[in-house]
């Protein structure tokens, strides 16, 4: 989003050439001189540089309310719901405010499960740049650097991770940057409704940065296995964009997938698809329905509780301010694989 336009560079950014390419291609016929036919931008950029210029506040608007609607629509329900919450959903600046923060947060979180979740998949050892306790962590900036570390150390091992096709090691130094900007507003005084706003005003065009850098997001479907229709049909719930409106779909997955992936296919599982693969979420992101089964929430990892035998997780509910726990025991699997990618034992 935030971009200086060099008058003396066409190549600056080809995406808003495309853009006005197609706005007079919709307008007016392909541009041909005599059976040659110049880029309509091109030829803007050439004579007209103020207006080629002067036109790029019009794509920048019109790029972002097409990336509000994409947040809106197809990104994982807990960035798409607090985004919306954000944007249309709030009653005074100190709750947007909030919202914004939320939907920062989630978009760690959703990143940080899959990461770790494809390392599973994978099964990448991660002892060297990681410990095992910072993966359960309630640190933002922890889970960020987590992240971080397995891009790297998948690069380092020559491994291609789908994750790393959604977000890049740049674009997780500018969350960094962020993160510390979203610290002082999270531990500082409760804001009067000016200081929210001027919070607000600082941070939003970079968290519209990290969203427009993490389209990919919109690719993938993070899912509560149900059933099955069929030998490669799955029966799942979705959980996408913003609204809470159950939906129930069928997924068709490939034979390598359903192989690949047989032992995270069984009732209980918060799945996702990623990248041509079917990953495991639990235990860092989780589900609870309520008693009558017609809302299913999505719950995001925050923190472990007690000790044994008496050990558990506690989760915050997408939309509620309220934390849920679980006994620790249900995600014996889930953590068990987790310690093997550090070289440890049983949980």
Not at 10 to 26: M, Q, R, V
Not at 165 to 194: C, D, K, P, W, Y
Request: net charge negative.
């Amino acid at each position: 989003m935030k971009l200086e336009l060099d008058p003396s560079d066409y190549g600056k950014c080809p995406t808003y050439n495309d853009w006005l390419d197609e706005s007079y291609e919709n307008e007016s016929e392909p541009l041909n001189i005599l059976g040659f036919q110049p880029r309509p931008s091109f030829v803007l950029f050439k004579l007209s540089p103020d207006t080629y210029q002067a036109a790029f506040a019009d794509y920048l608007s019109e790029r972002q309310d097409e990336l509000k609607r994409l947040v809106f629509d197809e990104f994982p329900a807990p960035i798409a719901h607090y985004f919306y919450r954000f944007e249309r959903g709030y009653e005074n600046e100190l709750q947007r405010l909030h919202f914004l923060r939320d939907t920062w947060e989630s978009i760690v979180d959703v990143l940080h499960a899959i990461a770790i979740a494809e390392c599973r998949f994978r099964n990448i050892r991660l002892a060297d740049p990681i410990k095992c306790q910072h993966v359960l962590t309630d640190s933002v900036a922890q889970r960020l650097q987590n992240i971080e570390l397995i891009l790297n150390c998948a690069q380092t091992q020559q491994i291609n991770l789908g994750v790393a096709t959604i977000v890049t090691t740049q674009t997780i130094q500018i969350m960094r940057v962020l993160n510390q900007s979203r610290n002082g507003f999270s531990h500082s005084a409760a804001q009067s409704e000016m200081q929210a706003r001027l919070w607000i005003s600082e941070c939003y065009e970079d968290v519209m940065n990290v969203l427009d850098d993490l389209r990919a997001l919109a690719n993938i479907n993070v899912m509560r296995y149900t059933g099955q229709v069929d030998a490669s049909t799955l029966r799942c719930e979705v959980f996408r964009g913003h609204a809470f409106t159950k939906t129930i779909m069928s997924i068709p997955l490939t034979p390598d997938q359903i192989r690949d992936s047989a032992s995270y296919l069984k009732q209980g599982q918060l799945i996702v698809a990623c990248v041509g693969v079917v990953l495991s979420l639990r235990p860092l992101m989780y589900f609870r329905e309520d008693a009558t089964g017609h809302t299913t929430k999505l719950c995001m990892f925050r923190k472990s509780r007690g000790d044994a035998p008496n050990r558990r997780l506690e989760f915050e509910v997408l939309g509620e301010a309220v934390r849920h726990e679980e006994d620790r025991v249900l995600f014996q699997a889930e953590l068990s694989e987790i310690r093997s990618l550090f070289g440890l034992g049983p949980d």
